[in-house]
């Protein structure tokens, strides 16, 4: 901790609010010390079930058996470490807000990473930043909040998952707006390592509703692209037709690749977006 306090100070004054965010969110969610339970080769008792059949005798608890009329095997809860890699989108157009009271879409996306780095690390497991390797322990959190920190990139960024470990997990969180090749190529990569992942749309409302009527002027925000139309409301349908479009090929690659997707708006409360994450963790084990 020594060799950390000199860098939590220079971090300034803007982690601390997204740190205690970050775990107060953990915890209105917290399943328990352990809450992925599943059976595996740990030394902890999760649950009984009847035997069936390649259980071998030797899995048996005969003692619990001898109590009713089936056989029954008692299942250990398991405790192997996994190691999780999360990709947070710092592309500018994760800047966008809809609204002046509403949370832009990249400060949703860190703090819902953040709070499932929280809730993963406590549960045993190693959890890393896309491009650098998965570790565990509680400090590990200031490590990833520092590198979520990191000057944002051009206007969309891609993942990089050349670091994902072997049977390993993905955790992409993007608006998934722009150029989608760098996201395929990139869970190419992660599927040729045998690792699984989920993949979280981050958008605003007015990104699903398309509000704008009459003369609006459009621009990117990095300002690269601009446009400007007396009638936004004739863009309406087949903005939303292109929006679907895009959904239904994130769904699609999703599906192909094992994943799971899911989809969620900055003006929504966070900690369902948050529960479906922890529990998309143990679907993609």
């Known amino acids: 901790m020594n060799v950390l306090r000199p860098r939590a100070e220079a971090l300034g004054q803007s982690l601390p609010p997204l740190l205690a965010a970050a775990e107060q969110l953990a915890h209105t969610v917290m399943l328990g010390e352990h809450g992925r339970r599943r059976a595996g080769t740990g030394d902890e008792f999760w649950q009984y079930r009847a035997a069936g059949p390649g259980d071998g005798s030797r899995m048996i608890d005969w003692r619990r058996s001898a109590r009713m009329d089936a056989h029954f095997v008692r299942e250990r809860e398991w405790q192997a470490a996994q190691s999780v890699t999360l990709w947070v989108d710092r592309g500018q157009s994760m800047a966008f807000s809809g609204a002046p009271d509403r949370a832009p879409k990249g400060d949703v996306a860190q703090l819902l990473a953040l709070a499932l780095a929280v809730l993963l690390l406590r549960g045993g497991e190693r959890v890393g930043l896309s491009g650098t390797p998965p570790r565990p322990g509680r400090a590990q959190i200031l490590r990833l909040a520092e590198a979520m920190a990191a000057e944002a990139a051009g206007e969309h960024a891609s993942p990089d998952l050349a670091l994902t470990p072997m049977h ?37 409302p007015v990104e699903e509703a398309f509000p704008f009527d009459g003369r609006t002027v459009f621009e990117s925000m990095t300002g690269a692209t601009r446009f400007e139309t007396l009638e936004a409301g004739a863009l309406r349908e087949a903005y939303l037709a292109r929006l679907a479009e895009r959904k239904a090929r994130l769904a699609g690659l999703a599906r192909a690749s094992g994943w799971h997707h899911h989809t969620h708006h900055t003006g929504q409360p966070p900690q369902a977006a948050l529960l479906w994450l922890y529990q998309a963790m143990e679907r993609a084990a």
């Open 168 to 204: 390993g997990r993905v955790v992409l969180i993007s608006d998934f707006l722009g150029p989608m090749e760098g996201v395929e190529e990139a869970m190419a990569r992660a599927s040729a390592r045998n690792a699984r992942g989920v993949l979280l749309q981050i958008l605003d």
